[in-house]
């Protein structure tokens, strides 16, 4: 009797006799050209080897390193890799001091406002939660000594805790003022901070620095009174 031999997972059969059968020949053929169809599958004498290789499990060295390609290919489908940050170190990186301020601590915004800048793609090299105290407020807000609420401003923002952060980036200053939004949170675009998560200037939330200058200084003020 003839006795036939499937390896699982659809390899070809192999079929052994004592006799020699005539269609022996177009099952190897018919073998062959499975074989040749599936294109990733290579077929063992008792087992089936996949050999296909999933881009999500490629090792991290390939994001260094130039695409292989088979040397029948044309050169100009040889293309390198691009490493983003490869690019962002040749660019001038600036830095931006933000602060939390009082109502936005007290209400747990801290996470929501420093995911915001995560996402965005910034680095936070500082934080500090503390108590600020008056001369750092006036320090801080001196350009706006001749205002009526000045007072009122240093009132509010030594009533509680803030959290002080020094971001850094390309382009950090610019961004950050569009991720913040306009001083008044009814006129703050929908999607900034201030236009989702504040209602009055008197409590909108967040401080950001204006230019790369003035968030140089800030951050500079803070680690000189801390």
Known sequence: METLAVALGGACPRVS???????????SSFCSLTARNAGSLSYGPSKTTLHRHLAAFQPPSHLFSCIKSSPHSPRNSRKA???????VASLEVEQSYIMIKPDGVQRGLVGEIISRFEKKGFKLTGLKLFQCPQELAEEHYKDLQSKPFFPKLIQYITSGPVVCMAWEGVGVVASARKLIGATNPLQAEPGTIRGDLAVQTGRNVIHGSDSPENGKREIGNLCCIL
């Open 81 to 87: 890799h691009i490493f983003l940050p490869h690019l």
């Open 17 to 27: 006799s004592s006799q020699s059968h005539p269609s022996s020949s177009s099952s």
